[in-house]
């Protein structure tokens, strides 16, 4: 007899949902589990919320410190500034304290210096102990990963415990619609995954106190409910299908198994398989090649800037470069940065592209399992996937153009042309091809912001929608287990 | 005995769910060798182009550059660190740690650390080889077969039966549990000799995996067998086995990693980094005379060949740069030697995670941990030490630089492994 | 009480059993004796203690004091050699529901070490009247005389002194308990100690020849059957509820 909606008592769906508690509560299992994953939860998060603090804090400072350094060197040849380059240091984003996504593994540190662009290095997990497989114990990873467990331990038998008791036939005989049944079981494990992100919300203050948008990070926690809710669609489908307890809890461990454990990583083994890059190595051969075909920025005779001298001499209309009002050098070293890193750029994106693109290969596992399509949406939405990284590659290069520039400028106009070439002649004449250290005031103050919430939350959007499909697919499926019932 | 080997294969064939978990097993098996084998086919590749690039570059480079001292400077000479045989199963930290590296003659330490990363996001996940395969899923398929073989017995009633009627314990479940424990491992095993044929890995080798992996296996399946005696409700033993594996894969290794972190002092790599700039950077600014008296102390027999006569000499601008380098030495040491000891006292973390254990392993024998990268890091060194021994004698003007000499410029090869 | 006079081997000896479960007396200083080629029938309701007392005989319950004795050997030191001469029909006779007749008999055959051919097997699924087209189709699909008579068969082939049932004749149907009956029966020609424990009182006045009556842990009261004719029913009925109604 199927069940339509208006038969659906929120009265006797909370007796079942209480009835569902009383057992777990007289069960040793159930509450050793659900202790050890609140304890879990709990520390998590409050320990990452407190690394966070300290980490901003660290980086920050260092970075405040590399600024102090660059601005208070002594009067230089402006030339040898470029060289002397600029640290700059990234800082998590607020959500970034819940999932700090691939921050561990790519580095916090850029160098930034004339006529190359570095990686960042320093990666925190290249100095680990290497005991940790699965990777950190972030509150992301207990709510993707362990939390579903804890799920599926409290709730493989919510459906087949009544089976095995044969309690289920005589509920339906005293006429217990399928889905006041189904809707009660529903509401008892949907309370035990609200606890689970009862700390998460918590730490959803601390994260707007610290410029998080509402929107972001109303997504992030939706996004977590969400997979939470489709686990318990899983659990309550498979319990009310299989034909005992060990059946079912096998089938959910199993379940969980190839959905949280194994897809994930065989996603990222096939993405690589099937969309392989190349490494920077590999690019840096072919970038030195075109690069040896600019000429060198460092030797204002080379060949490749005789136009160059040629047509400045006949736009000031002198016959020497000793007689331009400006420092041939300098220009020179201006326009070789600018063609360096026109190139230098071309490489970077097609290699950000390539990235890119094996990520989105990686994330269409999505659709084959809700861990995947949460860690997304978890990254995306917090500002700690790729994307981020690559934003955050731009704006150092993008710092780094400017300030370069900015000393060539300073190079082309405040140096004498003469004093510059007969620099090394000797040492006094060394210290007069210098200039003011006043010119140093080009480093703006670098704080690094993830984009802003409108565009994470768009970004969002496709693994919002593959949980949806995975919430709809059970919610369905769940549905037409009807006859499983009566 | 075979008699009850056959009987107990039989038997096992009949059940459906445990065949599907086998030839599942398999197929895992099979996909993390393979891909294991493409990823290391794929390095192979990778150096050969390398080496081939690196050949056009070099000539390139020698074209355009003909004294020691702009040679020097513009010359990049390609590491690199092959893959060895055992690589393709245990890929380890090898796209977290480079194993390829452009360096020239400028201070090392400005460029030895800077990384040819993977992409972030798949290295941050983690890839599907066979010792993930082996040290974290295994232990969960071998609870998953083996932990409710008495208690299905007892819920259907037929324990009392079985025991009464087998001729011993042994016969009764010593079979059972061996025919599932070595169906269950060579499902796994079978697509790694495929592999090790592929690679040719020598025997001892494979010997030597197939009885860690043997050994692993059998301590989970011993465990699995105690739990599965103390309870006829099979899911709450599977649930406190699985709490185990929780706490040995997860919870140990994190809270022993945290108090690793938190007593081991690791230098800041920045600080190293900034360091060295500051000491080259400065050499711009002081006399020449400081910085080549400072260099000749340790490299006395070039005192007589300091004199500058310009402003800027390269012999000059190398000896500073070595002096950067002297400058950090302490630092760097320091950073490598804290990754060691990091390393060391996971070794003893890992002792209460078998997990854990079972990877670190795997990734020593294939030579793909922290310890290879380092080795090949110091190989990096060496090479860069034996061009400085190389130029110095040019740069200084001891003797003449020419073509045949050329020759004598120092190749690095990827020695021997141990 | 009468007692049998025939001087027969005693195969089955329980010595004053005294078992406890979660600190609940069951067995009560039981004593009773089974000789070879009888039939006893250990007669009792429900939590009299039967079960119990026939898993302490099969080394399942150890007793905290007295012993059991099945052939000159003692349940606690002689436990495997005295499970090599016991077949056991357990409660509900659940076997492997995924095999069929054939696949279950030889496999748990295979577990005793006993080796029968094919053609042995088919002469003891003849024997207990299990239809040949049966023979193929898994036990999933068996009523439960059917799989009874499969677990009977699997007994017979272990050739044993000593038969040990519990509760033979719960749910089957009248034709089948007289089946099972004229079984019983012959086995006990053939030589067998048989031990059944059930509360079907008709059932075993038919079979056995002495009934033992078992209340609260202890035997009440033993009947024994007067040379070829059967034990009075309603007096072991009488007795039987006798204790309920007091």
Redesign the interface.
């Known amino acids: 007899m199927k069940q339509n909606l208006q038969s659906i008592q929120p009265v006797i769906m909370w007796k079942i949902a209480r009835d569902e508690w009383r057992y777990w509560f007289r069960s040793k299992?159930a509450v050793v589990?659900l202790l050890?994953g609140l304890t879990c939860t709990m520390s998590t998060v409050v320990v990452s919320v407190g690394d966070a603090f300290e980490l901003e804090h660290q980086r920050g400072h260092?970075q405040q410190q590399?600024e102090q350094?660059f601005v208070n060197q002594?009067d230089?040849?402006p030339h040898?500034m470029v060289?002397?380059?600029h640290?700059v240091?990234k800082t998590p984003p607020p959500l970034g304290m819940v999932d700090p996504?691939?921050d561990?593994?790519?580095?916090n540190?850029i160098?930034l210096e004339g006529h190359r662009q570095?990686?960042?290095?320093?990666?925190d997990?290249?100095?680990?102990?290497?005991?940790?497989?699965?990777?950190?114990?972030t509150p992301a990873f207990v709510l993707q990963v362990?939390a579903p467990?804890l799920l599926v331990?409290m709730g493989?038998?919510v459906v087949s415990r009544e089976r095995e008791t044969q309690t289920l036939s005589i509920l339906a005989a005293q006429g217990l619609g399928y889905g006041n049944l189904i809707l009660g079981k529903i509401s008892a494990l949907l309370l035990v995954a609200m606890l689970m992100l009862l700390p998460l919300a918590i730490s959803g203050i601390v994260v707007l106190s610290q410029g998080e948008s509402l929107l972001t990070l109303s997504l992030f926690l939706v996004g977590y409910l969400l997979y939470l809710s489709i686990w318990i669609l899983i659990i309550v489908s498979i319990s009310l299908w299989a034909k005992?307890?060990?059946v079912?809890?096998?089938t959910l461990?199993?379940t969980w198994?190839v959905l949280c454990?194994?897809m994930?990583?065989?996603?990222?083994?096939?993405?690589?398989?099937m969309v392989?890059?190349?490494?920077?190595?590999?690019k840096?051969?072919?970038v030195?090649?075109e690069l040896?075909q600019l000429g060198d920025g460092h030797n204002a005779k080379d060949k490749a800037f005789v136009q160059l001298e040629a047509e400045l001499l006949k736009k000031h209309k002198v016959n020497r470069v000793e007689d331009l009002p400006l420092n041939f050098r300098g220009f020179v070293a201006l326009k070789s940065e600018a063609e360096i890193t026109s190139i230098l750029n071309r490489y970077a994106e097609d290699r950000m592209h390539e990235?890119l693109r094996?990520?989105f290969f990686?994330r269409q596992f999505g659709w084959l399992s809700p861990q995947v399509a949460l860690?997304t949406l978890s990254?995306l939405t917090a500002g700690t996937?790729?994307e981020t990284?690559h934003r955050f590659l731009r704006e150092t290069e993008n710092l780094r153009f400017n300030f370069v520039q900015r000393l060539n400028q300073a190079h082309t106009n405040k140096l004498n042309y003469i004093d510059d070439m007969n620099?090394?002649?000797?040492?006094a004449?060394?210290q007069i091809a210098r200039i003011s250290a006043k010119n140093w005031n080009v480093i703006e103050g670098f704080k690094f912001r993830s984009s802003p919430s409108k565009e994470r939350a768009l970004q969002a959007m496709t693994p919002l929608a593959q949980l949806l499909l995975w919430f709809g697919m059970f919610g369905l499926f769940l549905r037409n287990l009807q006859r499983h019932y009566s | 005995m075979m008699r009850h080997l056959v009987r107990e294969w039989r038997f096992l064939l009949g059940q459906n769910n445990v065949v599907i978990l086998l030839c599942l097993c398999c197929a895992l098996s099979s996909f993390a060798i393979y891909s294991g084998h493409q990823e290391i086919v794929a390095q192979h590749f990778t150096i050969e182009r390398l080496q081939l690039a690196q050949q056009q570059d070099q000539q390139d480079i020698l074209a355009k550059h003909k004294t020691p001292g702009s040679l020097a400077y513009y010359q990049f000479h390609l590491t690199y660190q092959t893959p060895s045989h055992l690589s393709f199963a245990a890929l380890g930290d090898r796209d977290l740690y480079p194993w390829k590296h452009r360096i020239r003659m400028l201070a090392l330490e400005g460029q030895i650390y800077e990384s040819d990363v993977a992409n972030p996001e798949l290295a941050y996940i983690g890839k599907f080889d066979f010792s993930f395969l082996i040290s974290v899923l295994a232990p969960l398929f071998v609870i998953l077969m083996l932990h409710d073989i008495i208690a299905n017995e007892r819920n259907k009633g037929r324990y009392e039966l079985l025991v009464v009627t087998a001729s011993g314990s042994v016969v009764l479940w010593g079979y059972k549990t061996l025919v599932r424990f070595l169906a269950l491992s060579l499902s796994m095993l079978a697509p790694f000799y495929i592999g090790s044929a592929l690679n040719d890995v020598p025997l001892y080798d494979v010997l030597h995996v197939s009885i860690l992996v043997l050994a692993y296996l059998a301590f989970w399946a011993a465990l699995t067998l105690w739990f599965g005696r103390q309870s006829i409700f099979a899911p709450r033993i599977a649930a406190t086995l699985i709490g185990f594996w929780v706490a040995v894969t997860c919870v140990i290794p994190i809270t022993g990693n945290l108090l690793i972190e938190k007593n081991i002092e690791v230098p800041k790599g920045s600080e190293i980094l900034l360091l060295q700039r500051e000491i080259v950077n400065q050499a711009w600014d002081i006399p020449a005379e400081t910085s080549l008296t400072e260099f000749v102390k340790t490299h006395p027999e070039y005192r007589v060949y300091t004199e500058m006569s310009e402003g800027f000499h390269w012999k000059w601008y190398y000896a500073f740069q070595q002096l950067g380098d002297q400058a950090v030495a302490h630092l760097a040491f320091d950073y490598r030697n804290a990754i060691l000891t990091k390393f060391d006292l996971g070794g003893y973390i890992a002792m209460f995670a078998p997990p854990v254990l079972m990877r670190r392993q795997l990734s020593r024998m294939a030579q793909t941990d922290v310890i290879s990268a380092l080795r090949y890091e110091q190989s990096i060194r060496d090479f860069h030490q034996a061009l400085r021994l190389y130029y110095y004698p040019y740069l200084f003007e001891l003797h003449l630089f020419d073509e045949s000499t050329l020759a004598d410029m120092p190749q690095y090869s990827d020695f021997a492994r141990l | 009480m009468k007692r049998n006079t025939q001087t027969l081997p005693i195969s089955i000896d329980a010595q004053q059993l005294v078992v406890t479960l979660n600190n609940k007396k069951i067995l009560n200083n039981l004593s009773f004796q089974v000789s070879s080629g009888e039939v006893y029938a250990l007669l009792g309701g429900n939590g009299a203690g039967k079960s119990t007392a026939l898993k302490t005989l099969l080394g399942f319950h150890k007793p905290v004091s007295g012993q059991a004795v099945i052939e000159g050997l003692a349940v606690s030191t002689s436990l495997s050699a005295i499970r090599k001469k016991i077949a056991y029909l357990p409660e509900n006779a659940s076997l492997y529901p995924h095999l069929n007749a054939f696949e279950n008999i030889e496999y748990f055959l295979s577990l005793a070490a006993v080796h029968k051919t094919h053609a042995e097997i088919k002469i003891s699924l003849q024997q207990v009247n299990l239809q040949q087209d049966a023979w193929q189709k898994p036990l999933s699909k068996f009523s439960k005389g059917m799989r009874q008579k499969t677990a009977i068969a699997l007994a017979l082939l272990r050739d044993s002194p000593i038969l040990l049932l519990d509760e033979p004749t719960s749910g089957l149907d009248p034709v089948a308990i007289d089946e099972f009956n004229q079984l019983v029966m012959s086995l006990a020609k053939q030589g067998a100690a048989i031990l059944m424990v059930t509360h079907d009182v008709y059932g075993a006045c038919q079979v056995a020849q002495r009934i033992g009556l078992l209340r609260d842990g202890a035997l009440v009261g033993e009947f024994v059957a007067d040379g070829g004719h059967q034990i009075d029913t309603e007096q072991v009925h009488k007795a039987f509820t006798a204790g309920v109604i007091d």
């Open positions: 299992l589990a050890i260092a590399s350094t002594p230089r040849h040898r060289h002397y380059g640290y240091f996504g691939v561990s593994h790519t580095g540190t160098f570095n990686s960042a290095t320093f990666a997990q290249k100095q680990s102990s290497g005991t940790t497989i699965l990777g950190a114990l362990l467990l331990i493989y038998g005992s307890n060990s079912s809890f096998s461990a199993f198994l454990i194994l994930p990583r065989v996603a990222t083994t096939v993405a690589g398989v392989p890059a190349a490494g920077k190595l590999e840096d051969f072919a030195a090649a040896r990235e094996q990520s990686a860690r990254m996937g790729l990284h620099r090394n002649k000797s040492e004449a060394g």
